[in-house]
């Protein structure tokens, strides 16, 4: 045999030994264990995930997605490293129920935040309460389901003066703070979303605020609404309730007069 030849036959064996070990190594690498998260219990979006509610599984690599949670998995959150599991899921809360057996799964998990505020609330208390709005008075209050805003009465009425002289005058005031917002619609009824805080969102117009309120709240916002109009104003995160005895504007011949204070609170 040619020398020429014998080095080609030894080149080829070492090519296919080098194939061989490549494609072993590559399939060894794919059914190697690898420690994943699996819920260990039923978890719905009102519960906080604790480490009881996840338990470790083995499972191949090639059955690893990219969105599960490995259990050696490290994380670098501001500088100080941490496991995936305090990183992504304790403290967290699931955003969609899951199940027992479930692989625990990034995009299943949320902050708090995130989550619909009345699904954290216990509504058997409270009513909806629909309110007409117009798209300067939502959008400028910049309100959204989950928000809360003030509620105010406008009220007109007409009345004679100390000399029996006519009088118009103007009552307003916020009479109800903190009222939850439940949805905000537009007019053809479906859900709004305000597009200067979802730079994504279709541009639509609210037309509606449906409210949720107690009993209590329900009776006097309806018996105000029989004798006035009610608006709302929005509040800032950071918003702290006022007392205020409302504000009169009063109209007789004598002029206009400005009366920052309740003395019509009782005549309407």
């Known amino acids: 045999m040619k020398k020429g030849n014998t080095i080609s036959i030894i080149i080829m064996v070492v090519i296919v030994i080098v194939a061989a070990l490549a494609f072993f190594t590559l399939q060894q690498s794919q059914v190697a264990p690898t420690k994943v998260y ?7 979006e009102t519960k906080v995930i604790t480490i009881e509610d996840v338990v470790e599984k083995t499972i191949p690599a090639d059955a690893v997605t990219e969105d599960m949670i490995k259990v050696n998995d490290k994380v ?8 995936a599991l305090e990183a992504y899921v304790l403290g967290k809360m ?19 935040e995130d989550i619909d505020p009345f699904k954290l609330m216990d509504l ?11 798209t300067i008075q939502a959008v400028g209050g910049n309100v959204e389901a ?43 009824g479906d859900d709004y979303i305000d597009h200067i805080e ?18 209590a709240q329900l009776e006097e916002i309806m018996s105000r609404e029989s004798i006035g109009t009610i608006s709302f104003i929005g509040r800032f995160d950071d918003s702290v309730d ?3 005895n409302g504000f009169t504007v009063e109209i007789g011949n004598d002029g206009i007069e400005f009366i920052p204070d309740n003395s019509y609170e009782i005549q309407y």
């Open 38 to 44: 699996v819920w260990a219990v039923d978890a719905h």
């Open 76 to 83: 670098n959150m501001n500088g100080n490293v941490v496991s």
């Open 94 to 112: 699931v955003n969609t129920a899951v199940y027992s057996g479930e692989y625990v799964t990034a995009n299943a998990l949320v902050t708090k």
């Open 124 to 134: 058997s208390g409270y009513r909806k309460y629909a309110m007409g709005t117009g």
């Open 146 to 188: 989950g928000d809360v805003i003030d509620l105010i009465i406008t009220v007109q009425g007409q009345g004679t003066d100390e000399e029996g002289e006519p009088i118009s005058w103007t009552y307003t005031k916020i009479f109800m703070e903190n009222v939850l917002v439940y949805k905000v619609l537009t007019g053809s």
């Open 198 to 215: 979802h730079e994504d969102a279709v541009y639509t117009t609210p037309s509606t605020l449906i409210l949720a309120v107690t009993p």
């Open 242 to 244: 006022a007392e205020s």
